[in-house]
């Protein structure tokens, strides 16, 4: 009997089973393939979307940037009553710091005087911009003195940067001394208000300092920090080619003149000085009265040159930016 009854049960556990095992069954290849489809679409979808909100925010970051920046020229012009120059003149005793041998860059020195300066305008605003120790620090610690504040988040390069001795993409000496790390600028100057004090002219205007009464054409139709394009193969790899640290002055690589803006790009051209950028649009500007805006790449030669020359005489069209 007790068998039975087990044998019985065994049964019914079995017809009780059978029902459930008999519903279950997987995906067929078509669903997962119908499931795979519409994750790729979400996923392509998405990804544009999450790049778009990226670079807003770097551009926003950008733009802030250099509203920091001429914050801090105004603050420079206020105590010393001249904008800051691109420095150059090499000063007894600084390191013969250089790419070529008769190209001796002047370095950035806490104990001169704006028109002395042998710094750049990036290295004289370090005090307005909360950077004061890296301004008066002793040498040669001050020359790898950085800032975030003067790179663009879009091109996402490392600061400070070792040089190596030799420019890696297009093969310039460069003359450390022994110097490293050495910090960098996405942005430059406006050649036509940011004087060298050089005794040479190598590609940079040689001339007295700018203040505020002498930009005749109005500071808000003036031009005074932008982005300088670049070749992207040359973010990271410490090299000078018109991208000289941000203490070496007189050279071309903190200061802009062209009358051109182009996006960075493999084979970028840089002669003639232009301006450009990693965004999608245009290069932002920092105008001499503290204005942001963009310039779109198609902005005209002529009206580009016009926002340059601080006295020019020339009447822009707002319809042309």
């Not at 042998?118 to 005090?127: A, F, K, Q, R």
């Not at 790179?151 to 001394?177: D, H, M, V, W, Y």
Request: hydrophobic letters at 40%.
């Amino acid at each position: 009997m007790i068998g039975n009854r087990q044998s019985a049960g065994r049964s019914v556990m079995l017809t009780f089973c059978s029902p459930l095992c008999k519903g279950r069954r997987g995906f067929t290849l078509i669903e997962l393939l119908v499931v795979m489809a519409i994750i790729a679409v979400l996923v392509g979808l998405i990804l544009p979307a999450v790049q778009k909100v990226r670079e807003a925010a770097a551009r926003a970051q950008c733009t802030n940037n250099l509203k920091q920046i001429g914050l801090a020229m105004h603050s420079f012009h206020d105590h010393h009553k001249l904008f800051p120059g691109n420095g150059g003149k090499h000063a007894p005793g600084q390191p013969a710091v250089h790419t070529f041998a008769n190209q001796l860059w002047g370095l950035g020195d806490p104990t001169l005087s704006p028109p002395e300066q042998s710094g750049p305008w990036t290295y004289s605003i370090l005090p307005f911009v909360e950077q004061e120790n890296g301004f008066r620090a002793n040498a040669p610690g001050r020359y790898s003195v950085s800032t975030n504040l003067y790179l663009c988040p879009s091109r996402r390069r490392n600061n400070p940067q070792i040089a190596p001795a030799k420019e890696p993409i297009f093969g310039n000496p460069q003359e450390t001394t022994g110097i490293n790390p050495w910090g960098k600028s996405d942005y430059a100057a406006n050649m036509y208000v940011c004087m060298a004090n050089a005794e040479r002219s190598a590609g940079v205007l040689v001339g007295r300092l700018w203040g505020i009464a002498e930009i005749s054409d109005g500071l808000s139709n003036t031009i005074h920090v932008g982005e300088k394009g670049f070749d992207p193969r040359v973010y990271n790899t410490g090299g000078w080619y018109y991208d000289e640290p941000i203490v070496c002055g007189g050279s071309g690589g903190l200061v802009r003149s062209g009358a051109a803006i182009y996006r960075d790009a493999i084979g970028f051209n840089y002669s003639g000085f232009p301006w450009g950028s990693a965004h999608a649009g245009g290069a932002i500007f920092l105008f001499m009265d503290g204005h942001v805006r963009l310039l779109a790449y198609q902005t005209p030669g002529g009206v580009l040159h016009a926002l340059l020359t601080p006295r020019g005489g020339e009447i822009i069209d707002g319809s042309d930016l």
